[in-house]
């Protein structure tokens, strides 16, 4: 089985995802250049998922222990190149607000992004916005979606943020990706754990068709 040029990616908040499969081919605009078998097989999906599932939770560890910018890798059988997340951090500057509001809140943003980026059927569904902390509490969080991929009649079910505790807040959302023509369906799905103490966590990224 040949694989054409396909690449799952995510970006997480501050934190940056990017899980890359690189086979043969390139992308193309044109559909007189692609095929179905431009499509991510079954196989392919459940194949990056696992993998994906066992990155996400050593990269919280990582997260958790404090470390910002790293890169974690993971050889997966049945694709040609590694799976990689990358991860960077930043906060929001509030130049804005007097020194000792600024010590007072504090405000960070997340993005999380995930998709797959192939042979003219690409798609990709972005989660992002910014949280707000005080003294281990959340004060405010904002959410925004984007979906893309010219192929697809896209919608997304993004709910008002669940607010689990005064701590802890999840920001969940689900894309829908039909290529009619096709008949093929993907779904992405995208959870965001935000922190009262500034951190934030992946507790989900995958997809599905």
Do not use: C
């Amino acid at each position: 089985m040949k694989d054409k040029f396909k690449q799952l990616f995510m970006f997480i908040g501050i934190i940056s995802l990017v899980i890359s499969t690189i086979g043969l081919g390139k992308n193309s605009a044109s559909a007189e250049n692609i095929d179905e078998g431009s499509f991510l097989t079954d196989e392919q999906i459940q194949t990056m998922n696992e993998a994906l599932e066992v990155m996400i939770q050593e990269a919280n560890k990582k997260l958790a222990q404090g470390d910002e910018d790293f890169v974690i890798s993971r050889e997966v059988e049945g694709l040609d190149a590694p799976v990689t997340l990358e991860f960077a951090t930043d906060s929001v500057m509030e130049t804005a607000k007097p020194r000792a509001a600024r010590a007072a809140s504090s405000t960070k943003k997340y993005q999380a992004k995930v998709g797959y980026a192939g042979s003219g059927f690409d798609f990709g569904h972005k989660l992002y916005g910014q949280f707000t902390y005080s003294g281990g509490k959340l004060k405010g969080a904002t959410k925004n979606v984007e979906l893309s991929g010219w192929a697809y009649e896209k919608s997304h079910d993004t709910p008002p943020i669940d607010k689990l505790d005064p701590s802890v807040w999840e920001v969940k959302s689900t894309g829908t990706f039909k290529a009619l023509k096709y008949l093929k369906e993907y779904k992405t799905y995208l959870v965001v754990r935000l922190l009262g103490s500034g951190d934030y966590r992946i507790t989900k990224a995958k997809v599905t068709n």
